[in-house]
């Protein structure tokens, strides 16, 4: 595609249930990430994929995060019984290699836990 | 650890006046550095980037930022400001492949550009 697509733009859910975000990068793309944003502030790490290594992880806040890169290209985040604390913004990005190469993000998924 | 410090939460100009927009980082080795915009319910966009090479870098909108690697520094200036130039800014680092490659952000800084 001509960008990064991300789904679904919105997603309110009860407090508990598990939620599934999907990310969409840019054709070629090797290398992925996916930050949070909430109201408007900083943007925090969770994950890195680059290629076929390792995903770097360091930045998930709780074992109720995980996120897969299937095949090199779509990525989904997975958040499990969620709580009020997960309601934010969730920013994806690709970039061609993961050296100098600029990132481009897609426009978010606004999740509301209830 | 890599790191990046944006010190100004807001900085306010008024229109036609320069704006700096302030960055300073922390990593392991030769930086790779960026400007995002982020425009109100709209997502990150890239400004520029700095690789290698001329310590002043332009992009897009007229912005241009001045690498400084004695005070580990990545300022972001307009010569003239608009007010549609009113928006939230992110500095970003990424540290060489050895390093591990991770791109952090500073805590942004939002631009308030006054008629």
């Known amino acids: 595609g001509a960008g990064v697509s991300q789904s679904p733009s919105n997603k309110v859910t009860e407090k508990g249930k598990d939620v599934e975000l999907r990310c969409d990068p840019i054709?070629?793309?090797?290398?992925l990430y996916w930050y949070r944003q909430s109201l408007g502030q900083g943007l925090e790490f969770l994950i890195y994929f680059q290629g076929n290594s390792a995903p770097d992880k360091s930045g998930l806040p709780s074992d109720r995060f995980s996120a897969e890169r299937t095949g090199g290209s779509v990525s989904t985040l997975t958040i499990q019984r969620t709580q009020q604390e997960d309601s934010a913004v969730y920013l994806c990005?690709?970039?061609?290699?993961?050296?100098?190469?600029?990132?481009?993000f897609g426009q978010g998924t606004r999740l509301t836990v209830v | 650890a890599q790191s990046v410090a944006q010190p100004e939460d807001q900085v306010n100009v008024a229109e036609g006046n320069p704006l700096t927009v302030k960055c300073t980082y922390s990593v392991s080795g030769n930086p790779y550095l960026f400007w995002y915009v982020q425009y109100p319910n709209r997502g990150l966009q890239f400004l520029l980037k700095?690789?290698?090479?001329?310590?002043l870098v332009k992009g897009s909108y007229g912005f241009e930022a001045e690498f400084n690697k004695s005070q580990t520094s990545f300022h972001l200036k307009k010569p003239s400001a608009l007010v549609s130039d009113s928006a939230l800014y992110f500095c970003?680092?990424?540290?060489?492949?050895?390093?591990?490659?991770?791109?952090?952000f500073g805590g942004g800084t939002r631009v308030l550009v006054k008629p």
């Open positions: 970003a680092v990424r540290a060489t492949k050895a390093a591990g490659n991770k791109l952090t």
């Open positions: 990005a690709s970039s061609l290699d993961g050296s100098n190469t600029e990132a481009f």
């Open positions: 700095y690789i290698t090479g001329d310590n």
């Open positions: 054709s070629g793309h090797t290398a």
